[in-house]
């Protein structure tokens, strides 16, 4: 694990869970990262053990297991879910997907898991707010195969977890991040028109997601699903004035403020890309972090829905 490689996870003074590089008792940060942890090699191997501690954090925390999606001979699809997932079909269901690249199940960024912290850079926060509900959790990861193949991995595991039947009606609550906010609605374009009412979504929280609701012109039921109550948007933004700032680069000054949750006006462009759905400061310039910030948002979305 890390601690073979000189590094572990601890609870510093402020309650959050950051990297160590032991020998030196340096808790490692933006500013002193390469000064520990080289560019290359040494990167990514820390990066993939820091991934994997991450997991067993929330493994522990979340009361969750891996299993088997697809093995095939290419590498395999694994996801998270809770140990309880059989026996509390009746339960409503926390579907987390991650964005592309590099990042495995629950993981938001492998940067900032380095450099900011554990809560903030994976889906911990958001397992402990689904155990409160009595939820049912599920994380996929469809980077499990290189992020060129991530839309096959995500219809794959989506098709193996939730096996509608007749008799099987799923109530999932979906956090997307960004390029699976794109593989989600692809895929609920592509289902069936029994799967897609038995896979009932109660809500869905986009984070800075890719999507384009024009894709789903020729099927109203999902273009209003994704423009309708049930889903926001939350958007990484540096004012509260317009949602169509660019991203900012990483700004440590920033990283949280006090406009996360405020409404934001959407201009024509935006209406065209995503419809009227409800569009929110994320409150953070910062795309990996936005899942952290407007934490609370997400949640109170999901607790407005879970009363239905």
């Not at 006006?265 to 400061?281: A, I, P, Q, Y």
Request: with cysteine; charged share 25%.
């Amino acid at each position: 694990g890390l601690k073979s490689i000189g590094f572990e996870y601890r609870l510093n003074g402020d309650g959050k869970t950051k990297l160590y590089h032991i020998e030196t008792n340096t808790c490692i940060t933006e500013e002193n990262r390469h000064q520990y942890i080289a560019d290359g090699c040494m990167y990514e191997e820390v990066a993939r053990l820091a991934q994997e501690t991450a997991q067993e954090y929330m493994i522990r925390e979340g009361n969750l297991q891996w299993i088997d999606v697809c093995d095939d001979g290419n590498p395999g699809i694994r996801a998270l879910i809770s140990t309880s997932f059989s026996d509390d079909s009746d339960h409503p269901t926390f579907l987390v997907t991650t964005g592309k690249g590099k990042v495995r199940a629950g993981i938001f960024s492998r940067k900032h898991l380095i450099v900011t912290g554990l809560e903030a850079s994976t889906a911990l926060s958001h397992l402990i707010e689904a155990k409160r509900r009595n939820m049912r959790i599920v994380m996929l990861d469809p980077n499990a195969r290189g992020d060129r193949f991530g839309m096959d991995t995500f219809e794959i595991s989506m098709k193996r977890i939730f096996n509608c039947t007749a008799n099987d009606l799923h109530k999932i609550f979906v956090l997307a991040h960004s390029q699976a906010g794109a593989q989600l609605v692809r895929y609920l374009l592509n289902e069936t028109t029994d799967n897609f009412q038995n896979l009932h979504v109660k809500a869905i929280a986009f984070t800075d997601s890719t999507h384009n609701i024009q894709w789903t012109k020729t099927n109203p039921s999902l273009s209003g699903l994704l423009s309708g109550k049930t889903s926001i948007y939350l958007k990484s933004t540096t004012t509260a004035t317009t949602a169509t700032t660019a991203y900012n680069k990483y700004n440590p000054d920033n990283m949280e403020d006090n406009n996360a949750g405020t409404e934001l006006d959407t201009d024509n462009f935006w209406k065209h890309r995503f419809g009227e759905v409800r569009t929110l400061s994320a409150g953070t310039a910062i795309h990996e972090l936005v899942n952290w910030t407007g934490r609370k948002c997400i949640w109170k979305h999901f607790d407005d829905h879970l009363t239905e």
